[in-house]
């Protein structure tokens, strides 16, 4: 079975850092690229970035450029998005998802986590 474990979300002051964590299973890690979306309060969910298993190659969207920083641990079968100087409209549901990969990783989408909370306070 095919789970996505996200993790690291909660309640954090504008200019503040965290790093959330994905973590794999029932897979084979390599295969796949996993991506990391949001979706805001009324908004449409939207793709921030993603990171090939086997390579390393990372994308980021318009929403991830900049302040965040994506990477895997391979042996641990989790990838991380490490989020600097956060601004109120970080504020989201946070998800990850395996992905095919490649340039348009965010329309090859077949499992998602359940999503984590973060909170950026003014």
């Known amino acids: 079975e095919v789970q996505l474990v996200e993790s690291g979300g909660g309640l954090v002051q504008a200019g503040g850092s965290l790093r959330l964590s994905c973590a794999a299973s029932g897979f084979t890690f390599d295969d796949y690229a996993i991506g990391w979306f949001r979706q805001a309060p009324g908004k449409e969910r939207e793709g921030v970035s993603c990171?090939?298993?086997?390579?390393?190659?990372?994308y980021y969207e318009d929403s991830g450029k900049g302040r965040f920083t994506i990477s895997s641990d391979n042996a641990k079968n989790t990838v991380y998005l490490q989020m600097n100087s956060l601004k109120p409209k970080a504020t989201a549901v946070y998800y990850c998802?395996?992905?095919?990969?490649?340039?348009?990783?965010?329309?090859?989408?077949?499992?998602w986590g359940q999503g984590t909370q973060v909170t950026v306070s003014s």
């Open positions: 990171i090939s298993s086997s390579d390393g190659t990372n």
């Open positions: 998802a395996r992905s095919e990969g490649g340039s348009s990783w965010y329309t090859k989408v077949d499992y």
